[in-house]
């Protein structure tokens, strides 16, 4: 009888939010993950291959095997993504920025390593959503991500007073971000149809030298408006429960 092949590990390995580089933010171990491994996937090879080079590969990185999946991969096209893997190959997820399935791709991969029977390893590394979180000063203790917000602007200004209400019924921050060339139009929105007494919190380019995180009422930032366009930034948005809406 032929005895079966043990699978291999998919690892979640983090990636950098910038291009610092990231001794201070990837840990040793999670270094030493991607030395030793041959196979990646990711949501972009290009950057792929930039991440493994900040890494100090030890190998040329044209030897590396690097799949794709992104956010127009097939379901249909995740068997073989998992196929290394049952034939025994350990293999790291890598996202654009960041953690891996989160704000990311890769989770359709992660559940169908679970369905496979395949062990799944996160390692440590930065997530600016919950860097952004920590640092805010908003209600840690319940929270929800929303990914993006829709472009068009009267949806968007719909979506912004809807999580406005959520957070005070709810008691929890709201969170999302926004792609960079799209920051200044977001933040319009926001000061526009947010309660002066709402908290706001804006983590822009975090872990990298120009890093800016502050929170403020909408009042506050209306008096003050930052300049977000082209930097990476999250937004986080708390109105505290019982707290009356005003214009």
């Known amino acids: 009888m032929t005895a079966k092949t043990p699978r291999g590990i998919l690892y979640l390995l983090p990636t950098g939010l910038g291009d610092n580089a990231l001794d201070s933010t990837l840990p040793a171990g999670s270094r030493q993950v991607a030395h ?4 990646f996937i990711a949501e972009n090879p290009k950057s792929a291959r ?7 590969y030890p190998r ?10 992104s956010k127009d991969t097939p379901a249909a096209a995740i ?3 998992l196929a290394p893997l049952l034939d025994g190959i350990d293999v790291a997820l890598v996202s654009e920025a960041g953690c891996p399935a989160v704000a990311d791709p890769g989770a359709l991969l992660v559940r169908a390593a679970h369905e496979a029977g395949i062990r799944v390893v996160p390692l440590v590394g930065p997530s600016a959503i919950l860097l952004a979180l920590m640092a805010s000063g908003l209600n840690g203790q ?3 991500f929303h990914g993006y917000l829709p472009i068009e602007k009267t949806r968007r200004a719909w ?3 809807d999580l406005e209400q959520r957070s005070r019924r709810d008691d929890a921050t709201q969170i999302f971000i926004e792609t960079p060339y799209r920051n200044d139009a977001m933040l319009q929105a926001l000061l526009a149809e947010c309660s002066p007494q709402t908290l706001l919190c804006i983590a822009t380019d975090i872990t990298q030298p120009g890093e800016q995180i502050m929170t403020r009422s909408i009042a506050d930032w209306r008096r003050n408006i930052p300049e977000l366009d082209k930097r990476p930034s ?3 948005l708390y109105c505290a429960k019982g707290t009356r809406r005003a214009s």
Do not use: C, G, Y
């Open 50 to 56: 930039a991440f493994l080079k900040q890494v100090d």
């Open 36 to 39: 030793r491994l041959s196979h």
């Open 142 to 144: 319940n929270f929800v």
């Open 60 to 69: 040329p990185i044209n030897t590396a095997t690097i799949n794709e999946l």
């Open 234 to 236: 999250v937004f986080l």
């Open 79 to 81: 068997p073989a993504l």
């Open 159 to 161: 979506h912004v007073r």
